[in-house]
C-alpha cells in the first residue's frame, strides 16, 4: 500500500518569503529595473506605503481626534488594495501622474508631522517599473503582508536585510559594511537606551540600531504621551 505523506503546513513566516521572492521574481521581468539597485528601492516605497495605511487605520480606531497623513483617493486601501483595482496604464498614470506627484507636495506643520516625513521621503522617489501589470502583481503581493503582525514584521526585516546582503555582495568592495541582526540587538540591550533619552546614530545606513532600540523601548511605553516621545 503506498503511504501518503503528510505535508507540514506552510507557517506564516514562509508564506512571507514566499510573496516576497513572488514580488522580486516578477520584477526581474520588468524591462525598467535593471538589477537589485534598482528592484529594492522600488520594493521600499510600495512596502512603506502599505505599511503606513495600515499604521494610520489603527490611529483612527484609537485616536478620535486623529486627521489621516494621505487622503483619499492616495491611501493604500483606495487605489492598491482591491486585487482587481488598476493595471496596466490606467495603474502606471496614477501612480506617475498622481500619487507620487501627491505624496511630495504634502505639507504638515513641521512639527513631528508626518505629512513632512512623507514629503521627504518621497522627494527622490521614482516609478521605474515600466509595466503596469507587473506593478499590480508586485501590489497585490505586497497587500498579503500584515504590518500589525509582529511575526510578519521580523520576518520582513530578516528578509529586507537579506536583501541588503546580497546587494553587498554583489557591490565587493563598494558595499556598505553590515552589521548582523543579533550583534545588533546585544550592542542596544548593553547600552540600555531609556525613555526619554535621544539616541544618534551617526554611522546610520538602513536605520537597524533605530529599529532596534525602538523595538527596545516599547515594552516601556505605558502612555501615548511617553510614545511620542
Request: aromatic content about 6%; overall charge negative; glycine content about 6%.
Amino acid at each position: 500500500m503506498a503511504r501518503t505523506k503528510t505535508r507540514t503546513p506552510e507557517t506564516p513566516q514562509a508564506r512571507l518569503a514566499s510573496a516576497i521572492k513572488v514580488a522580486r521574481d516578477a520584477m526581474r521581468k520588468d524591462a525598467g529595473l535593471s538589477g537589485d539597485l534598482d528592484r529594492i528601492p522600488q520594493l521600499a516605497w510600495i512596502l512603506f506605503l502599505k505599511a503606513f495605511d495600515g499604521l494610520e487605520q489603527d490611529r483612527e480606531v484609537t485616536e478620535a481626534d486623529y486627521t489621516a497623513a494621505i487622503e483619499a483617493p492616495f491611501r493604500w486601501r483606495d487605489w492598491a488594495a482591491d486585487p482587481d483595482g488598476r493595471t496596466g496604464e490606467a495603474l502606471l498614470s496614477f501612480v506617475n501622474g498622481e500619487l507620487l506627484p501627491y505624496l511630495r507636495g504634502l505639507s504638515g506643520t513641521h512639527e513631528h508631522d508626518p505629512r513632512d516625513v512623507l514629503a521627504a521621503v518621497f522627494r527622490e522617489t521614482n516609478n521605474r517599473m515600466l509595466s503596469g501589470h507587473l506593478l499590480r502583481d508586485i501590489v497585490n503581493k505586497v497587500s498579503e503582508i500584515n504590518f500589525t503582525s509582529s511575526d510578519d514584521i521580523h520576518t520582513m526585516a530578516h528578509l529586507y536585510e537579506s536583501m541588503l546582503r546580497e546587494m553587498r555582495d554583489a557591490a565587493g568592495d563598494s558595499g556598505e559594511f553590515y552589521t548582523p541582526r543579533p550583534v545588533v540587538r546585544f550592542m542596544v540591550q548593553q547600552v540600555d537606551p531609556r525613555l526619554g533619552e535621544i539616541v544618534l546614530d551617526p554611522a546610520c545606513g538602513t536605520g537597524g540600531f533605530l529599529v532596534e532600540t525602538l523595538e527596545h523601548l516599547l515594552p516601556r511605553v505605558k502612555t501615548a504621551q511617553q510614545r511620542r516621545s
